[in-house]
């Protein structure tokens, strides 16, 4: 069977850019971006072509066309975190996403993957969570939703972390005993979407470790790798969240934002082995993966 060709939306993004070098090992891949800029660096890893991608309404049709008996598999990474503005949120995100869904659809064979997250369930407060659950009620059978955790790599939600702990002589963390994250490595991510290609996953798969760390921990360990001596402010999450709230208001630009307190205070945990058993997978754990981190920068 020919393989098919792979469309990633949120190309200029962290998951997505290495999302795209990652499946160019083994299909055609279409990168689709806000901008043309952000991915001129991938265009020796994007055999299909580069596109414009500004949900929801500014979409490169090109990007979705075939030939013959090809066959196109959409993975939507694009999510717009940066917003905080509910309503505006909300049409990019989860319009935008409906509209891509209905573009999927209509293509005959064409495979919609969404990569949703650990933080999208029932419960979710914050407006990440909520619209990633919502987004997927809307898929159907033949889709595919694959939630992961905390990605573990030189960018996204982690970076953020990192660099907060390496400007700030005293960092605040949130506390809380009953909550931990829930981590994957940026390559295992990548195989893990890969694996799901292949063996034709349908449905929800998570991919996570199934061992929690703590919001202690997780910071620890980032200090250490940085060689740092920091000196951690345990503060409870509802005073954290308010603070945030009160500084946004204010019209202050941070690096941790009241959604994301909203997020953490939300965290379920997740079960995860038989879902890595389907995909024949065995994850790094969260040490692992900081290990490998600190060797690549040493090099």
């Known amino acids: 069977m020919d393989r098919p060709i792979i469309i ?14 990652y499946l160019s090992q083994f299909f055609a891949v279409r990168a689709l971006a806000r901008s043309l800029m952000q991915i001129q660096d991938l265009k020796e890893f994007s055999a299909g072509g580069l596109y414009r991608c500004h949900l929801p309404d500014d979409i490169d049709s090109e990007a979705f066309a075939v030939k013959g008996n090809e066959k196109l598999i959409i993975i939507h990474c694009a999510y717009d975190v940066q917003t905080l503005d509910k309503n505006k949120a909300i049409k990019v995100n989860f319009e935008g996403t409906k509209r891509l869904v209905g ?20 419960g979710a407060e914050s407006l990440y969570g909520i619209i990633k659950f919502r987004l997927e009620k809307i898929m159907e059978k033949s ?13 996204g939600i982690f970076l953020q972390a990192a660099k907060m702990v390496s400007w700030l002589p005293i960092v605040p963390i ?9 981590t994957v490595g940026i390559s295992d991510l990548c195989n893990a979407i890969y694996r799901c290609i292949v063996l034709n996953i349908l449905g929800s798969i998570s991919v996570a470790s199934p ?13 250490q790798v940085q060689k740092k001596r920091a000196l951690f402010l345990p503060i409870p999450i509802d005073l954290m969240f308010y ?3 009160l500084a946004e208001n204010l ?9 994301n307190i909203l997020g953490i205070k939300s965290i379920k945990y ?8 389907k995909l024949s997978i065995e994850l790094q754990s969260f040490e692992e993966c900081m290990a490998l981190l600190h060797s690549k920068r040493a090099t």
Do not use: M
């Open 8 to 21: 990633v939306t949120g190309a200029g993004g962290f998951l997505g850019k290495s999302l795209v070098k």
């Open 103 to 122: 573009i999927a659809h209509s293509i005959y064979g064409c495979k919609f993957i969404f990569i949703s997250s650990l933080a999208g369930h029932s």
């Open 143 to 155: 889709d595919l939703v694959i939630r992961p955790g905390t990605i573990i790599g030189n960018g």
């Open 174 to 182: 949130p506390f809380s005993n009953l909550i931990g994250l829930q």
């Open 211 to 223: 061992v929690q760390i703590s919001f202690r921990d997780f910071y620890l360990k980032i200090a």
């Open 243 to 245: 603070s945030l709230l």
């Open 251 to 259: 019209g202050l630009q941070l690096s941790v934002t009241s959604q």
């Open 270 to 277: 997740k079960n995860t082995r038989e879902d890595l058993r």
